[in-house]
């Protein structure tokens, strides 16, 4: 994903390689309008985002970037434990810093797994757009015994807009 700030710098997001070779994290950079990595950005430009815990590695998978009026980056993606995909956010402040007002310190992660089947529902984040009023629109698809459209819509903080949907989440069967 890329995304552009007012002042041209660019961030772009995507996937990396972990320490361990096997699990998968986010990955951003932010360039200066100039093509050169912006070393204000994370020290080196570059932060590395991982979802998981010593004792639960999760794959992640960056798929798109926001910029919101405030200077926060928003980026979204997929997150896997297991056998389960969910939906994944992770907002950092303009200096590449996790954003502890954003989520659960900087990250959210959305199942629409409800939990009474024995396989789980998986939630495959393809986009992430920016809505006028600062809302997050999250858009891929879902997972089940057949594919299905999946939404979720955020408040500008991280947290699933109880407004839309249910609970913040829509499906669409085809």
Avoid: M
């Amino acid at each position: 994903g890329v995304g552009l700030q007012a002042d041209g710098k660019v961030v772009v997001a995507g996937t990396t390689l972990s320490d361990e070779d096997t699990v998968f994290d986010f990955a951003v950079a932010r360039y200066l309008s100039d093509g050169t990595l912006d070393t204000n950005f994370d020290g080196d430009g570059k932060v590395i985002t991982d979802f998981g815990t010593p004792d639960n590695q999760r794959t992640d998978e960056a798929t798109g970037v926001v910029i919101q009026d405030n200077g926060r980056i928003i980026v979204g993606g997929t997150s896997k434990l297991l056998f389960r995909e969910d939906f994944a956010l992770v907002g950092y402040n303009s200096d590449g810093s996790l954003d502890p007002t954003f989520g659960s310190g900087g990250k959210v992660i959305s199942s629409f797994d409800d939990g009474t089947s024995s396989n789980p529902d998986d939630g495959i984040a393809a986009a992430v757009a920016l809505q006028t009023d600062g809302k997050i629109v999250v858009a891929g698809h879902l997972l089940t015994q057949q594919t299905h459209f999946a939404l979720t819509r955020y408040t500008k903080d991280g947290e699933l807009d109880d407004t839309f949907g249910a609970g913040g989440k829509v499906t669409t069967d085809f």
